[in-house]
């Protein structure tokens, strides 16, 4: 999992989070990973001698060409957001799902794929918007990607 992530944060800090309009992005992470760590111990103890679900593979396989289509085309919602499905489906596969746990888990996440697909079409007008105004008065365009 290192392997293919790595690649994609560092691109992430360099690139896209270090505008001013996405610099908050590393700390939505970190807060994010912190309330994973905090509330793992509790999360695996619920799923202790869960039975695994097969289900896990369709959902592996969706993360993988989530990441090979967002990486070989730099759709950046596709490579970061893979990360996700590459999770539940190894824990799917390693702990079972929600239905096999002792209890409920108490959040479930709210991320719709109609959610993301709006979103990256809204990113995109806003940069194709951003581009004509920035043209239409003269201005020079300074690329923040490098």
Not at 96 to 117: Q, S
Request: proline share 4%; net charge neutral.
């Amino acid at each position: 999992m290192a392997a293919l992530y790595v690649p994609s944060l560092y691109d992430l800090l360099t690139g896209i989070w270090s505008t001013d309009e996405q610099k908050h992005c590393p700390i939505v992470l970190g807060v994010s990973c912190w309330l994973v760590w905090r509330n793992w111990p509790t999360m695996w103890a619920r799923s202790e001698g869960a039975q695994t679900s097969a289900a896990g593979w369709p959902v592996v396989v969706v993360g993988l060409l989530l990441y090979i289509v967002g990486r070989s085309q730099e759709i950046l919602m596709f490579e970061v957001g893979s990360l996700i499905w590459l999770l539940i489906g190894i824990l799917l596969l390693m702990r079972g799902g929600a239905t096999t746990a002792k209890e409920e888990p108490r959040w479930t996440p709210r991320i719709t794929f109609a959610n993301l697909v709006a979103e990256i079409i809204h990113e995109d007008l806003k940069r194709a918007e951003r581009y004509e105004l920035v043209k239409k008065h003269g201005y020079k365009l300074m690329d923040y990607n490098g």
